[in-house]
């Protein structure tokens, strides 16, 4: 398939050229788009055989639902039933990196919602998502642009890696402002199903409570609340594995004689430690940096061809929840604090 690549201005977005993505839209094609968090693939959200594609080219499980994203409240009306006891807060959220799970209308297909009775609605602040959205004048399925498994693309050229070829058009802009997915908040049960780029601390001001964490179950016997969660997320192909331990220089004596592996972390601790590859994510001082370098540093892993790769973990205040859950689930889990452990993980 030929691919048609769209430089468009993040702030100023061409009109001829989100009218020309906004067609493809109406005719049941497939756009690749960028948001303030993710670079997302997206398809009318009321166009069943459309929304199917965007499952095919990502690889990604049926029953794995798409967000749906509104340009305004009256789109959001049209597809959602939005809790009247939680409107106005929804208005001051949105837009923005924040997701709301609802439930559906019947005008959505079952296809976007995985067969689920609720939906998850988003309405993104980025000005090229917004425009594309508003000229097609249709709510957009739209699910992060990358094959499934793999980790999201926060930037343009992470994007035609995954879909030159495979999509009709890809919107190439700047870099996602976040860096990490949306925050999925269930307002049944006032959880977050996913921690993302909009914090507790931020739903709380907003809402005047606390929102329960959900943690999904280790051994799924039954399903987890939010399908995603089932599946493996965001790996590099190059093994990765979290060190837990209470000193940084210490991977230095840890990994003594090892020599093919890369160190990805904050730009302080790749000053200290000693590796043959070091991806640096910004000054840990920054937490909205690593953030926003995470994705792109897990794909650019992949170019070096290490043996495997140690990720520093970072605590879990602020947006801080959403970079160790995303490094939880591109580690799977593994993590290491001494030698034994590391060489364990390594056999
Ligand atoms: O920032 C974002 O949210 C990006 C951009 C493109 O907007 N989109 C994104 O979509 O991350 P995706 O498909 O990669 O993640 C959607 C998550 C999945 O974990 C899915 O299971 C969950 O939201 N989800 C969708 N609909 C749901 C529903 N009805 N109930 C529970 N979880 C749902
Ligand atoms: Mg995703």
């Known amino acids: 398939m030929e691919t048609t690549v769209l430089k468009v201005n993040w702030d100023h977005p061409e009109k001829d050229k989100i009218s020309l993505a906004a067609s493809a839209i109406i005719s049941g094609k497939i756009v690749v788009f960028p948001t303030e968090t993710v670079y997302g693939i997206g398809a009318n959200a009321l166009d069943a055989a459309a929304c199917r594609k965007i499952y095919k080219v990502k690889g990604r499980k049926s029953d794995n639902p ?16 939005i809790p009247k006891r939680y409107r106005r807060q929804i208005e001051s959220s949105w837009p923005g ?45 739209a699910p992060s642009a990358n094959i499934s498994k793999k980790p999201s693309s926060t930037k343009a050229k992470h994007a035609l890696k995954y879909f ?53 179950p280790h051994t799924i016997k039954s399903p987890p609340r939010s399908p995603g969660l089932k599946y493996k997320h965001y790996s590099p192909s190059t093994p ?29 601790s790749c000053r200290r430690v000693s590796a043959p590859h070091k991806i640096s994510l910004g000054s840990r001082r920054r937490k909205a940096t690593i953030a926003k370098n995470l994705f792109a540093a897990l794909i650019t892993l992949d170019g070096i061809g290490a043996e495997f790769c140690i990720i520093e973990s970072f605590d879990n205040k602020g947006i801080g929840a959403a970079i160790a859950n995303r490094i939880e689930k591109a580690t799977n889990h593994r993590s290491f604090s001494t030698r034994r452990e590391l060489d364990a993980l390594l056999r």
Do not use: Q, W
């Open 164 to 216: 030159m070829g495979k999509v009709p058009i890809i919107i190439s802009s700047k870099d996602s402002t976040y860096g990490i997915e949306s925050t999925v908040l269930d307002l049944e049960t006032f959880e977050i199903l996913r921690p993302g780029a909009f914090t507790a601390k931020s739903i709380k001001s907003i809402f005047g409570k606390s929102p329960h964490i959900y943690v999904p």
């Open 240 to 268: 990765l594995f979290a060190y837990t331990g209470d000193t940084i220089i210490a991977i230095n004596e840890i990994t003594s004689g090892m020599k093919n592996f890369c160190f990805v972390g904050s730009a302080e």
């Open 97 to 141: 990196p924040i997701t709301f799970v609802v439930r559906a209308r019947k005008v959505l297909p079952r296809v976007v919602t995985g067969g689920l009775d609720t939906v998850a609605v988003r309405m993104p602040r980025c000005r090229i998502a917004i425009d594309l959205i508003n000229t097609a004048g249709v709510p957009i399925a």
């Open 66 to 81: 798409l967000i749906v994203h509104v340009s305004s409240m009256r789109m959001a009306d049209k597809i959602a039933i």
